[in-house]
Each structure stands twice: as structure tokens, then as C-alpha cells.
């Protein structure tokens, strides 16, 4: 086979199993090993080769902590989480909002936001249900806040592993860079949010009384194994923030941190292996082959010249067009093979153009793939899982009825980390991420005027009725 032909093929093979993951007719894992095998069986790429491309820090990391938060789970622990914030927030639909949203941001940031999601839905059908609003506004927040609470912090969204893994950024690197522009915009979104749904959200006392009534400690099913649970996830998470000072990769930090958690436990092997969510290791293993092989016949290279001459081979230009295009394409196809298209593209465009310091473009990857999944209801892991739960429980989230309210939102994400990242290359870093962590405080307290104005307003507004 000629060079050429492999090159057309590997194209071809890569943007037809694109078009199925987007189209969803075969399951994405299935999609992933099936162009994975027929780019080796062409012999555009080795069985060596294609084990060489895997990023297995990646695999190692999910798969530590998917076994961590699997054994967790079983204590109950997320769910009294949720109902204390809903307590914390005297029943008032608003503030239970903007509180379930915060659990559920603070949580995506230390666990995964899929995971997040799977837990905190269930206690938000049942607060809704007691309160005897729509869940629709709990739950359209609950997907926003997932995504960007999982954008400041390695293992809080999938593509930041990715990034991470790939180019050696630590835990305390993106919480560094990050989180400060993430407040912001969660600030922002929350404060806007609680704005769109403030004529939706509205009960009377007695329903208030019944979330106030609820015992939180009830959702802790084994005490016992709470403990160690909780151990081990702090250690866990002390030692990713730590990892590069005891040069140890975050993949073995968390494979320890679940060792750990199962002798200490003595949890079953077995039982916590199930935990895993195997079709997706398995979708990035097929995945890494396939974009290993694109990048094996210059295919990453040639777009990497391409996209240094449409930017010049200037920093802020290229980080502008690669968090603006991460957005837009990460809101209507996954950001996961997005993600792992554009690393060594990245890569390639800093070897080509001299780049020594390429960390402007990955935060820009970064925010623009994470908060592009708010876009619409495909756009990300967490959104269709929601979706899915929604549909099961007779409360269906239309893709318009999202999209008016989420997409707005995100270009306004997008728009806010854009000014971040031009002020983050153009002035000190140290300060930009101090001036904007104070902003994001500022506009938490104005939130908390506008919240009880709000409130003010609804209360008037419902005695004259």
C-alpha cells in the first residue's frame, strides 16, 4: 500500500467512525474498535504501534477512580450531601437550585461529572416531587454546573485527564489556572439561571416544610465503610495534588488510592470492578489507535502546518481559534475524540513552529471542549446520561428546550474564558489569577442580593395573586 492510499484510507477510516459516534446507529465503543482494527488489519499502523498510541496514565487514572468512587457510592454519602444542601437551603425551590448545583460542581471537580450526575439525579426527582415543581430547572442546572464545576480540575472531565496525561500537567495546574475563571462563570451562569426559572420555581410553605422534615442521615446505608471511604478519597485527591512533587503519575496515585480503599475494606474484587466503566476504558483504548494512526502517516501534521499558517504561528491567535472551535464542535459531537484529535495536532504545531511553552493552547483546549459540552444535549457525557434518567422518570429534556437555555449560556462561557485567556498571556499570570478569583467572589455576593431581591419580588408577586 502506497503512502498515499494510507494516508487516504486512515482519513477515511477516522472520519467514518466520527460520523457513526455522532450519529449514535452503533454504540461509540463498538464504532472506536472497529476503526481501530481495520486501520491494523490494513497495516496502516502496528499492533506494537497501535499499544504504543494508548495513553494508558489515561486508562490507569479512570479506571483508579472509578474503583474509589464505585466502593463510595455504596455508603450513601452523595445522597446525604443533596439533601443537606437542600435543608441548607430552608426548601426554597431557588436556593435549592443554585445548592444542588453547587454539590454538584464541587463534586464533578473531585470525582468525574458522569458520575456526579448518576447520583445527584435521583435526590432531585424526589426534592422536586416533595416540592411539587417541574424538575426540568434542577436538572438542565445540575448538567450546566457538572461541566464547568468538572473544567477546573484534572480529573474532573475526561478531555482534562486526556490533556494532563499527555503533556505531564498536574493537578495543581489546572486547579491553578482554571479554577478562577471556572468560579466566575459558575457564578455568572448559576446568578442567570436562578433569573431564567425564577417564575417556575415557586411552592408554597407547607412544601418547604416537607424538604425540612427530611432526615439526611437516613441515605447513609454502611456507616461502617463510610469512614475509610472518605480516608481514602482525601488521600487520594492530596496525593494527585502532590503527584508532581512526588514524581509519581496520576494514574498510579489513583490505582494505589483504590488498592487501598479495597484491602482496607476488604471490599470483593469482583463486586468493585463492576464499578468500572468498562465500555468507556475500552472506547479510548479503540480511540487512541485510531488517532495514533492518523498520526502515524503525517495526516495530525499536515492540519498542524495548516493551522500555523492560518495563525501565524502566533500564541494568542492559535489559543483564540482553538478554544472557539473547541466550543462550537464540542456542543454537537463528543468532546472526548475531539479532544483526542486535537492533542498531538497541538503537539505538532509546537514542534513546527518553535512553541516552547504550549500551555496557553492547552487551557484554551481545555475550556473550550469542557464548557462547549453545555451547548446542547449531546455535547457532553453528563448531558445525555441526564437526558436518559430524565426520560425513564416521564420528564423529557427536548433538545430545544435545552438549547434555548444552555447554548446562550455557554457562548457566554466561552466568551468570559476567552477575555480570561488574553489577559492570562498578555499581563502577569499571578495577578489575572488573583484579580479574577476576586471577581468570581464579588459576583458571588452580588448573586446573593439579586437572590434575595428575587425572592422578594416572587413573595409579592404571589400575595396579590
Known sequence: MTPQTQVILATSVFLLTYAIIISEKIH??????????????AGIITPEL?????????????TGMMIIVGVTRE?????????????????????????LALVTAVLSALLDNVTTVLLIVPVTFAIAHKLKVSPLPFLISEIIASNIGGTATLIGDPPNIMIGSAVGLGFMDFVIN???VV????????????????????????????????????EIKDAALLKPCLWVLGLTIAGFALHQFLHLESSVIAMAGAALLLVITRSDPEHALHAVEWPVIFFFIGLFALVGAL????????????????????LLPAGLLIVWLSALA?????NIPFVATMIPLIQDMGRLGGIENLNFLWWSLSLGACLGGNGTIIGASANVVVVGMAEKRGTPIS??????????????????ATAYLVAWLQFNTTLVLVSTLAVGLALSLLSNLLQRQLKIETTVTTGNQ
Request: with cysteine; glycine share 6%.
Open 183 to 218: 468560579v466566575v462563570i459558575y457564578v455568572l451562569t448559576i446568578s442567570l439561571l436562578r433569573l431564567i426559572y425564577r417564575r417556575d420555581l415557586v411552592t408554597n410553605p407547607e412544601n418547604q416544610k416537607s424538604i425540612l422534615e427530611l432526615n439526611e442521615w437516613d
Open 28 to 41: 461509540r465503543t463498538v464504532a472506536a474498535f472497529c476503526g481501530a482494527a481495520i486501520v491494523i488489519l
Open 330 to 334: 464540542s456542543a454537537f459531537v463528543d
Open 178 to 180: 482554571l479554577t478562577p
Open 295 to 314: 498520526e502515524e502517516v503525517g495526516v495530525i501534521e499536515t492540519i498542524a502546518h495548516f493551522a500555523l499558517e492560518v495563525t501565524g504561528g502566533e
Open 399 to 416: 433538545f430545544l428546550g435545552f438549547f434555548k437555555v444552555a447554548f446562550p449560556l455557554m457562548i457566554l462561557s466561552i466568551v468570559i
Open 50 to 62: 497501535a499499544v504504543h498510541y494508548i495513553d494508558w496514565n489515561t486508562i490507569g487514572l479512570l
Open 75 to 99: 455508603t450513601g454519602v452523595f445522597e446525604y450531601l443533596a439533601i443537606k444542601a437542600a435543608k441548607m437551603a430552608r426548601g426554597e425551590p431557588l436556593r435549592i437550585l443554585a445548592a
